[in-house]
């Protein structure tokens, strides 16, 4: 059931039996993740994620699940493509008709599948950022906190589902024990989709503790930069305030120019009594690698 509306769920209590809790909680777009069993049959509700193609963010959806002896009723809001093909192919397919245990792991698997698609395209992304965070005319930190937020979200879908797993596993060994190994079989690839996940969150942390660093360091050379242009400015700064002011100085307006090495005298002996100094800091900071 796709999408259903408050007379679609009532139908179905009214056909199958459902409580009114469980309804309410098909009907919950935030309902936790669980699984309960209800006498003749199991309630599972379960998260699984998606990316937007909008802000390529990942989200999870809800799917409510109720499995019965002959019967495997599922309830979602959006759309799942891989359900009408899954459902459509039971038709044709004699093991699918007779075990809704099986039905429902096929949807399950397909579902669990999906979800390596979209972790590959989260480590490529991590590929790509790792070739962008150490060049320091590069700003990662949008794709950093975009890929950090996605793990985080993937992390918080997958974790619980590996509980509600474990506990469908179970009860199918109850139920139908000749798909406990399909179950434990799928079980197993969301364990290894989780320990990927923990990999990509190390790494994403990795990189983000590495942005910091490099952006850090350029701007520690950029203040460095500035000290040092401020520093070898300081004598002319110092010579131009003293004959800014109005005293008399050796070689001022008021006492008359040098003139012994021709009209520009007090010029060239001001500029070189500016740059010497200058010059001299600028070579002793090369020597202490300063520069």
């Given at each position: 059931?796709?999408?259903?509306?408050?007379?679609?769920?009532?139908?179905?209590g009214e056909r199958f039996g459902f409580s009114q809790l469980e309804l309410e909680d098909c009907m919950s777009k935030k309902q936790?993740?669980?699984?309960?069993?209800?006498?003749?049959?199991?309630?599972?509700?379960?998260?699984?994620?998606?990316?937007?193609?909008?802000?390529?963010?990942?989200?999870?959806?809800?799917?409510?699940?109720?499995?019965?002896?002959?019967?495997?009723?599922?309830?979602?809001?959006?759309?799942?493509?891989?359900?009408?093909?899954?459902?459509?192919?039971?038709?044709?397919?004699?093991?699918?008709?007779?075990?809704?245990?099986?039905?429902?792991?096929?949807?399950l698997d397909r579902l669990v599948d999906d979800i390596f698609p979209l972790m590959e395209g989260i480590l490529k992304e991590l590929?790509?950022?790792?070739?962008?965070?150490?060049?320091?005319?590069?700003?990662?930190?949008?794709?950093?906190?975009?890929?950090?937020?996605?793990?985080?979200?993937?992390?918080?879908?997958?974790?619980?589902?590996?509980?509600?797993?474990?506990?469908?596993?179970?009860?199918?060994?109850?139920?139908?024990?000749?798909?406990?190994?399909?179950?434990?079989?799928?079980?197993?690839?969301?364990?290894?989709?989780?320990?990927?996940?923990?990999?990509?969150?190390?790494?994403?942390?990795?990189?983000?503790?590495?942005?910091?660093?490099?952006?850090?360091?350029?701007?520690?050379?950029?203040?460095a930069i500035l000290t040092i242009m401020f520093t070898l400015s300081i004598p002319g700064t110092m010579i131009g305030t003293f004959?800014?002011?109005?005293?008399?100085?050796?070689?001022?307006?008021?006492?008359?120019?040098?003139?012994?090495?021709?009209?520009?005298?007090?010029?060239?002996?001001?500029?070189?009594?500016?740059?010497?100094?200058?010059?001299?800091?600028?070579?002793?900071?090369?020597?202490?690698?300063?520069?």
């Amino acid at each position: 059931v796709e999408a259903p509306t408050k007379k679609d769920i009532q139908l179905l209590g009214e056909r199958f039996g459902f409580s009114q809790l469980e309804l309410e909680d098909c009907m919950s777009k935030k309902q936790l993740q669980k699984i309960e069993h209800h006498g003749d049959h199991l309630f599972v509700i379960v998260h699984f994620p998606w990316i937007s193609v909008e802000n390529h963010l990942v989200s999870s959806t809800q799917i409510s699940i109720f499995l019965g002896d002959t019967y495997l009723v599922t309830v979602h809001q959006r759309a799942l493509g891989m359900a009408d093909e899954i459902f459509t192919s039971v038709k044709d397919d004699a093991d699918s008709k007779a075990n809704p245990g099986f039905l429902l792991y096929r949807l399950l698997d397909r579902l669990v599948d999906d979800i390596f698609p979209l972790m590959e395209g989260i480590l490529k992304e991590l590929d790509d950022v790792e070739e962008q965070v150490f060049d320091e005319k590069l700003e990662v930190v949008r794709e950093l906190t975009t890929l950090r937020r996605n793990v985080a979200s993937l992390r918080r879908t997958i974790s619980p589902l590996r509980r509600i797993m474990a506990g469908l596993y179970d009860e199918i060994q109850i139920r139908t024990p000749e798909l406990a190994a399909n179950f434990r079989d799928m079980n197993d690839h969301i364990e290894k989709a989780y320990a990927v996940l923990d990999e990509a969150r190390e790494t994403v942390e990795i990189f983000k503790d590495a942005d910091f660093t490099v952006s850090t360091e350029r701007s520690n050379k950029i203040l460095a930069i500035l000290t040092i242009m401020f520093t070898l400015s300081i004598p002319g700064t110092m010579i131009g305030t003293f004959y800014g002011m109005n005293i008399l100085l050796p070689g001022g307006i008021e006492t008359g120019s040098w003139t012994f090495l021709g009209p520009y005298t007090t010029f060239a002996l001001l500029m070189t009594a500016s740059l010497l100094p200058a010059l001299v800091m600028l070579w002793y900071f090369h020597r202490l690698g300063w520069v």
